[in-house]
């Protein structure tokens, strides 16, 4: 019997990857629902009866080899078959348009993508995509976080019922197909992030040059989406309430992260002291999402997970849930506010936010110890 966080986090997965399936076959056929309803079922069977097919390390590799140069086809369709400009999803633009103001003197965050919308992410973001606008081709960005999860795959000597589905799942992932086609990069970012956070587990035993590199790192990477701060919630306070970190140590890691990120608008700030202070990604972030007050929702739940995690494994898990739901109340927001057809089918709601949520439930998952099935004798 699988534990209530292997299901939820399975049922998370099979839900986001749902909603991109119906919500982009229904531009091109009438039968989405059953698609999206079939591909649902196929991969629910996959989670069900992993445990009854055997596979060797081997041919385990050889699997994720193969999704990795699937990938990589999707990176070379996209830049020769899908112009950036026929795009109905700005975050290439928003890139160009940000960058193109910056390098031309000007204040970025009054820059406009090609439909019309205002750069929300923030400096760090652009800084990491700037060599890939350069390089031409933004989904070379966009999947190198899948190329280095199936990198984690490979390294794994076991393979898991988790493991087992988990590439099933991304090989018929809808979201995948649609954020390499579309130069989006979120799973990209957050792997960045999940790595650094990976790293603070262990963030006692870190030598002091570690932990100073390691407290920057997590400062500088806040610097690319406020929605962040959701998993440093959880792994600091739950470091913390565990008495895995002293009080003392942490507020010190969190001071200098703090100061990495204040130190990211600086520039910002001395060259276009009004400008910054009349447009900037907090207050984009603020009216164009949901209202702030929302936001301190966001964070009260995310505080709530963290007296659940127990283990340092919960913190992905509690992570993952923390981000899933605060994406889950913005989308319900919205189709409240804006109804089903303007919010979901017309994208007054962006459902590719629900992307930040899925490498912290993917490595909970992979993490797993397989099952050991205890094995009866019967008594003479």
């Known amino acids: ?31 989405s629902l059953y698609l999206s309803l079939a591909l649902l079922f196929f991969q629910l069977l996959a989670y069900c009866y992993g445990d009854r097919i055997l596979i060797s390390h081997k041919f385990k590799n050889i699997i994720c080899y193969g999704l990795i140069s699937f990938i990589l086809g999707l990176v070379v369709i996209s830049h020769f078959k899908i112009p950036l400009e026929s795009l109905n999803v ?56 899948y190329c280095t ?9 076991v393979s898991t019922t988790e493991l087992k ?26 792997m960045l992030v999940l790595i650094v956070l990976h790293n603070v587990l ?3 035993n870190k030598t002091k ?37 002293t009080f003392k140590k942490l507020f010190l890691f969190l001071m200098v992260s703090v100061i990495a990120f204040i130190s990211t608008f600086l520039p910002l700030i001395y060259f276009y002291g009004d400008d910054f202070f009349n447009m900037n990604p907090f207050i984009i972030q603020s009216s164009f999402l949901v209202p702030t007050f929302y936001t301190f929702i966001f964070i009260l739940i995310s505080i709530g ?19 899933f739901t605060a994406i889950l109340i913005y989308f319900f927001y919205h189709l409240i506010n804006f109804g089903y057809e303007t919010a979901f089918i017309n994208s007054k709601i962006d459902i590719s936010y629900f992307i930040f949520c899925i490498p912290f439930l993917i490595i909970y ?9 205890t094995v009866h004798k019967a008594e003479n």
């Open 90 to 145: 700005d975050r290439w633009s928003v890139i160009s348009s940000f960058l193109t103001e910056l390098y031309a003197g000007n204040y970025p965050y009054y820059a406009l993508s090609h439909m019309g919308n205002y750069p929300g992410p923030m400096p760090i973001y652009f800084l990491i995509a700037a060599p890939f606008q350069f390089l031409g081709e933004l989904s070379v960005l966009s999947c190198l976080g």
């Open 209 to 245: 040059t570690g932990f100073y590199i390691l407290a920057v790192l997590v400062g500088l990477l806040l610097s690319t989406r406020s929605v962040y701060i959701l998993p440093y919630i959880v792994f600091f306070l739950s470091a913390l309430i565990n008495r895995e970190i």
């Open 305 to 323: 997970c963290t007296f659940l995690a127990k283990t340092k494994l919960d913190n992905y898990f509690y992570s993952g849930l923390s981000l």
């Open 165 to 190: 589905f988990l590439i099933v799942h991304l090989f018929t992932a809808m979201y995948l197909i649609w954020e390499i086609t579309t130069r989006s990069n979120i799973f990209t970012f957050t």
């Open 149 to 157: 999860i199936l990198a984690f795959f490979i390294r794994k000597k």
């Open 365 to 373: 998952l992979v993490e797993q110890k397989p099952e050991v099935k």
């Open 202 to 204: 262990d963030l006692k």
């Open 1 to 31: 019997m699988k534990s209530a966080k292997i299901n939820i986090s399975i049922g998370i997965l099979l839900f986001i990857n749902f909603i991109f399936c119906y919500k982009y076959t229904s531009r091109y056929t009438s039968y």
